[in-house]
């Protein structure tokens, strides 16, 4: 079984960065792609990344994403107010026919 | 402009079932995977269902897999999730989401609240 694992929350005070991670566990780790989405708190999630590291139109460039073995990472830089709300990863696994998405990390600006 | 724009939430007492609709604009709807999204109050994202752009393919996960069905009329726009049997820990904020690969548009969502 697949298992996405994130840190429940991460902080940083303004014009910092953050890093949000997301490790898989999987044996068929290599047919994941991960997405991250930003939920501001009482809306509807957004998309932030897909397919591993690339960003939708209107997403700044402060959010990137890599990837290295078993583990997915969201970098938030320059960070404002308005980043503050809930991160979650997830992914397409193929081999399980099945969505995964991470337990979520809030993000405090401190 | 891509909308999702979703009806049919409400209060349903446990046992009970219920039709969430999602009408898609902005796009053509055919070429495009479809899939629900769950949120328990205070809890993460749960993914539910997705279902191809023809609607041959259909995926389900385990939190409601017997319990309920997706399926799509390309010609009115819309995929549909029917939920039977409702407990009450199928309460939640439902999202209507566009694109298995990306999940790129989400719906503003329905809250399905399961309450004797």
């Known amino acids: 079984q697949s298992v996405l694992t994130q840190p429940p929350s991460v902080s940083a005070p303004p014009g910092q960065k953050v890093t949000i991670s997301c490790s898989i566990r999987?044996?068929?780790?290599?047919?994941?792609?991960i997405s991250w989405f930003q939920q501001l708190p009482g809306a509807a999630p957004k998309l932030l990344i897909y397919?591993?590291?690339k960003r939708p139109s209107g997403i700044p460039d402060r959010f990137s994403s890599s990837q290295s073995g078993t583990s997915a990472t969201l970098d938030i830089t320059g960070l404002e107010p308005g980043d503050e709300a809930d991160y979650y990863c997830?992914?397409?696994?193929?081999?399980?026919?099945?969505?995964?998405f991470g337990g979520g990390t809030k993000v405090t600006v401190l | 402009e891509v909308h999702l724009v979703q009806s049919g939430g409400g209060l349903v007492k446990p046992g009970g079932s219920l039709r969430l609709s999602c009408a898609a604009s902005?796009?053509?709807?055919?070429?495009?995977?479809m899939n629900w999204v769950r949120q328990s109050p205070g809890k993460g994202l749960e993914w539910v269902s997705s279902?191809?752009?023809?609607?041959?393919?259909?995926y389900y996960g385990d939190s409601l897999k017997g319990r309920v069905t997706i399926f799509r009329d390309n010609a009115e726009n819309s995929v549909y999730l029917q939920i039977n049997n409702l407990r009450v820990a199928d309460t939640a904020v439902y999202y209507c989401?566009?694109?298995?690969?990306?999940?790129?548009?989400w719906g503003q969502g329905t809250l399905v609240t399961v309450s004797s």
């Open positions: 999987s044996s068929t780790f290599p047919n994941h792609y």
């Open positions: 997830g992914a397409w696994d193929n081999r399980l026919a099945q969505v995964l």
């Open positions: 902005g796009f053509t709807f055919s070429v495009f995977s």
């Open positions: 279902i191809s752009a023809s609607g041959d393919s259909i």
């Open positions: 397919d591993n590291n």
């Open positions: 989401v566009r694109n298995l690969s990306r999940f790129d548009y």
